[in-house]
Structures are given as C-alpha cells and as structure tokens.
C-alpha cells in the first residue's frame, strides 16, 4: 500500500476539522490524495492557491475527460463526470451566456422578495415542531423542507413531490452511498419526471423559472429543451442538499458554543455576518471542488502537468491563517468575510444570493421564536451523513 | 473614494448589493452588476470596502488616495 491518504479525510467530530488540514496547509499545500475510485489526485489546502485556481477557467470541470480522476467508485466516474446532454451549454465558451440567462432568477432584489414566504414557511414548520414537543430533530423538522419548499417554488414544480426530490438528490450527490444500478435507475426517473414537468409548463406556462427559460428558447440559440432539463435538475439538486445541510450544520455550530447564538440573541443585526462566518467555519462540507488541466499550469509553487486532476478544499482554505485572523475561531461579527465556500470567479455558486438569504431568513426566525434553544445532546454526538459530496448532519436534536 | 466595477468580470453573485445596495444594484436581465454611484457618501465606505473585499469575481475596484486597502480577513 502506497503513502498516499485516502481522501475525503475523516473528522474527529463532525463539527471538527480533519487534522490533515492544518498540516497539509503548513508542510505540503499540493497533496497527492487518494480517492474513493483509487484514482490520485491533488489536493489544494491554502487559500491563496484554492483561489487561483477556481478563479482560473483554464481549471476546467471537463472531469468527464479519459485521464482525469474519477471521483467515486461507481462506472460513471461520479456526479462531476456525469455528461449531462443538457448542462453542456453551462461549461467552456457558452457558460457566460447560460449564467446570465439563469442568473436573472437569483438576484440579491429577486431573493429578497422571496423573504416574507420564506419566513412564513420557516414559521409553519417551527409551530410544528412546537406542536410536537421538544427534543425535535432540526434537520427533518425545518432544515431539510424550507430549501425543498424555496427551490419547489421557484421552479414551479409540486412540493408535495419533494419526498422523491431527497432520494433522487442524494443518488446524484453519491460518492459511495449508493450501487451504480441505483444511480442510474434514479437518474433515469428524475429524467421522466423532469420531462414530464417541462411539458407540463410549456403547455401552461406559469410564474417561475423553467418558464421564463421555455419562453427564451424560441429566441435564443443557447437555450434548448435539454439545456432546460439540465439546468433544472442541476438547480433543484444543488438548492436541495447544499442549503438544507447547512442550516443543521449552521445551528449546531451556533448551539455548540452557546456564547455565539447568546450574542445573536442581544444583537440580532449580527445574522448576516453570523452566516457568512459558519460558511467559513463548516468542517463538514463534503468533498470540495475538482479541476481538470490540459496544460501545464503553476500553483502554490509546484509546477502542474497536463492531465492533472485538482481537488480545492475551500473549506481548509477557509481556515487558513494567511488569509484570516485567528482562523481556527469562530467569530459571529468577522467582517470582512471573504470565505470561499460558494466557490470563487466565474463559476462561483449561482444560487449564494438564495442560499444566503435562506440561512439569514431560518435563523432570524429561529432566534425570535426559540430563543432558549440548545443542543440536545453534546456536540462530539452529532453525527455526519457519509458516502455523499455534500456534507451534512444526520440528526441535530434540540430542546427549547 | 472612487468606485468602478467590471461587468464582464461580474459573476452576479448579489452580495454588493446585498452590503451596499445604495451603491450597488443588478440588472434585472441578468444578474450583472449596475454601479448606482461611483462617489458614495462616506458614510457608505465601510460596506463599500467589504462588498469589494468579498465580491467573488474581483469585479469592484476601489482607489482611496491615501488610504490603504485593507486586505482579505
């Protein structure tokens, strides 16, 4: 057996970072990695270089090409491999085009509008959580069905469908949860059921997105019925996991040292900053963000050959004490909070602005209407979901 | 303090707006950034800062004669 690690790397807790950050960080910012495939990869643990690189396009997301690394050890390669017909409009030349044809729907003023339902919604699945009586799980009970909720309305698409989102979600988010079989049987009924919804709206066009992006397809050449298909199913997944984990994961880091959500409590114009900064702190983000070169490129020193793989840890970046002070503190009121965990550059998250809003809008409400709350169960307790690239909480027990 | 931003660089992230929206806004086709006003009051210097400090695409140039730009963290 060879010295390379294994990676993803395991934390000691779920709210702790794996140790080998910091010590890749300080000795070794260009890692040789292991993955699941047992295919190696690089692994880029400081900021500056986790920076560089996502911000740098000749990094592409072709991880489909012969000799990149695959990232599971499924067939496919896993889900960064996964040629979507239909999301091929969203990588190389037309990127720009197809972000800002989708960017519209996300805007800081378009969010912000959502606010009022998002709060109510958040307020419903708080009543039921107090109707039921503590402890209550905060993941099942209002983390995982208000970003459902949001992305269901934006698309257009029945929330009551969401119980088969989560499954199909997870399949596509699979690192070693699931068979290939599954994955592929899934995709296939997430296809037929997007299919199906596509012309369902082009037969009665509503308020939402897929809509608007049905009607562009008339005028503009980028925009077909795959790209529509693609660019939903991609919207729906990534709006499901990525928000629904972070709002357990951010209340546990906020309940953990209870200080943080007593400072929040006496100054609640500290929300905004809180979440930015439990998006720096999050050790538990899942597998981070893989780059594929096909020419020889320099980062942190180290001289790249073509055919490389890169996998970015914005999350060590996020700790790393040449780009933050006192990094390994978490610290509600950090302002600036330049953290990288939406990514950076041009394929930087499209959805941060809903993502934020969500997480500011949950933990407003939450302070207001629990404010006695807390972990029901010690923090080293909490225990991680596995085997997917999203990380997450499987549980976060709380009591009021 | 003058404020200029580049739109081709703008990756619509929102968070200028989200900082400093009387300085900030996005075009509704498109998410890219709109510069309200590149000579904000000075009492708007501070979430000026942070939103360039923080924008993703680096698409927020800032020159403050005399003042040094504070770095990221």
């Known amino acids: 057996m060879s010295g390379t690690p294994d990676y993803p790397f395991r934390n000691p807790t779920a709210l702790e970072p794996p140790e080998e950050w910091a010590s890749l960080r300080e000795g070794c910012p260009v890692a040789p990695i292991r993955l699941a495939s047992g295919d190696e990869a690089l692994l880029l643990t400081r900021y500056d270089d986790v920076k560089q690189v996502l911000s740098d396009p000749r990094f592409t997301r072709h991880l489909d090409a012969a000799n990149a690394a695959r990232t599971t050890a499924n067939a496919s390669g896993g889900p960064f491999a996964t040629r979507r017909s239909g999301m091929a409009a969203s990588v190389g030349e037309g990127h720009q085009r197809w972000r800002r044809l989708v960017g519209r729907a996300f805007t800081a003023k378009r969010v912000a509008a959502m606010v009022p339902r998002m709060a109510a919604m958040s307020e419903q699945l708080i009543d039921a959580m107090v109707a039921q009586g503590p402890p209550a799980d905060l993941v099942s009970g209002l983390g995982f069905p208000l970003p459902v909720w949001v992305i269901c309305d934006l698309l257009g698409v029945p929330n009551g469908d969401r119980f088969r989102f989560a499954y199909w979600s997870d399949t596509l988010m699979n690192l070693s949860k699931y068979e290939q079989k599954e994955v592929d049987a899934a995709q296939a009924e997430f296809n037929e059921y997007f299919a199906a919804h596509i012309a369902a709206k082009q037969a009665q066009p509503g308020d939402d997105l897929i809509s608007d992006l049905l009607a562009l397809v008339e005028e503009d050449d980028l925009m077909t019925e795959a790209v529509v298909l693609g660019t939903g199913q991609s919207l729906l997944v990534a709006g499901h996991e990525t928000t629904a984990n972070m709002i357990g994961k951010m209340v546990a880091m906020l309940l953990a040292d209870r200080r943080q959500w007593e400072r929040l409590l006496a100054d609640p114009s500290l929300v905004r900053s809180a979440v930015e900064e439990t998006l720096r702190f999050d050790a538990n983000p899942g597998f981070g963000m893989p780059r594929y070169i096909t020419e020889e490129i320099e980062v942190g020193g180290t001289t790249l050959p073509p055919g490389t793989t890169v996998v970015c840890s914005m999350a060590s970046a996020n700790r790393d004490g040449q780009a933050f002070e006192d990094a390994g503190d978490m610290d509600v009121s950090r302002s600036p909070n330049a953290h990288l965990s939406f990514g950076a550059g041009p394929y930087s998250c499209v959805g941060q602005a809903l993502a934020r809003t969500e997480l500011q809008t949950v933990l407003s409400v939450l302070l207001r209407r629990l404010p006695s709350l807390e972990l029901a169960v010690p923090a080293r307790e909490l225990a991680r979901r596995e085997g997917l690239l999203v990380g997450g909480l499987q549980q976060v027990p709380v009591r009021w | ?73």
């Open chain 2, 1 to 73: 303090m003058r404020v200029a931003v580049d739109r081709d660089k703008c990756c619509g992230a929102g968070q200028c707006v989200m900082i400093a929206p009387e300085v900030f806004d996005q075009d509704e086709d498109d998410g890219i950034v709109l510069l309200l006003d590149d000579t904000p009051q000075a009492r708007l210097y501070r979430a000026v800062r942070e939103a360039a400090s923080v924008c993703p695409a680096a698409a927020i140039q800032l020159s403050e004669p005399d003042v040094v730009q504070p770095g990221v963290g």
